[in-house]
Structures are given as structure tokens and as C-alpha cells.
């Protein structure tokens, strides 16, 4: 039977697919294509009861986010998935730091559902939404 919700752990990094969207810009189709998906392990999947391309709300302690899961390009485990860095990532990245200066992009727990009525915001939606601005 199909999990409502699972708590996986957060590892974002830097994506090829995600270097391609830069360069066409950050507002572009590509950046948002390669940045707005978080991967998972094929059990991940099973567990959820969703389908590839299905959106789902991923939230940590600091944030929220809906992204597109997709199947894994990597060789994650279950309970490991994936986000691209980038605003998305952002919004539910910890921003403590243990004395490092940088926040830990890697090993954060987060709680991943299935949200396909959601809408995934665009770059500057986020960014306007993570800093409590109004939209246009």
C-alpha cells in the first residue's frame, strides 16, 4: 500500500542539464526544466504511488517547494534523493551552517508527497515568494 507521505534525506549539487539552463539564462525553459525536479530511487517511487513526471511538495524544516520527481540518473539508494542547486533547492536547503559558513546542501531530512493539482513556480515566483514579496 502507497505511503501518503516519505521522509527521505536531500542532496543537492550542481547538474549538467543544469549548467545547459544557465547559459541560456536562469529565466529560461531549460534552467527551469533541468532545476525544478528533485530524483528518486524507483522504490521511492513505488512508496508514494505516483509515476514518473508526477509533481510532488517536497518540505523540509525551513521550507517548501513542488517540483516534477523523476526517476534517477545517479545511483541513489532509497530514502536518498536528489535536487538540482538553484532556487528551488533553496527554498528548503537549512541555513545553518556549523560555524562553516555555508550550509549544508547535503544529508538534510526532508518530507516528499504527491501534489499533482500543485503548480511548480517559476524562478522569479520563488524568489519573490522565499523573500515575502508580493507577485507582479
Given at each position: 500500500m502507497a505511503?501518503?507521505?516519505?521522509?527521505?534525506?536531500?542532496?543537492?549539487?550542481?547538474?549538467?542539464?543544469?549548467g545547459v539552463?544557465?547559459?541560456?539564462?536562469?529565466t529560461s525553459q531549460k534552467y527551469?526544466?533541468?532545476c525544478t525536479i528533485v530524483q528518486l530511487h524507483p522504490?521511492?517511487?513505488k512508496r508514494l504511488g505516483i509515476g514518473e513526471n508526477t509533481r510532488v511538495r517536497v518540505t523540509s524544516p525551513v521550507g517548501?517547494?513542488?517540483l516534477k520527481a523523476v526517476r534517477t540518473r545517479e545511483d541513489l539508494v532509497?530514502?536518498?534523493?536528489?535536487?538540482?542547486?538553484g532556487p528551488w533547492a533553496?527554498?528548503?536547503?537549512?541555513?545553518?551552517?556549523?560555524?562553516?559558513?555555508?550550509?549544508?546542501f547535503k544529508g538534510f531530512p526532508a518530507k516528499i508527497?504527491?501534489?499533482?493539482?500543485?503548480?511548480?513556480?517559476?524562478?522569479?515566483?520563488?524568489?519573490?515568494?522565499?523573500c515575502g514579496l508580493p507577485g507582479k
Open positions: 505511503e501518503s507521505e516519505i521522509t527521505v534525506n536531500i542532496i543537492t549539487c550542481r547538474t549538467i542539464q543544469q539552463g544557465v547559459e541560456a539564462g536562469r527551469f526544466d533541468a522504490a521511492d517511487f517548501s517547494v513542488v532509497p530514502g536518498l534523493a536528489h535536487i538540482p542547486m533553496n527554498r528548503i536547503v537549512p541555513s545553518y551552517t556549523y560555524s562553516t559558513g555555508e550550509p549544508s508527497r504527491a501534489a499533482p493539482a500543485e503548480q511548480i513556480m517559476g524562478a522569479v515566483e520563488v524568489i519573490r515568494d522565499a
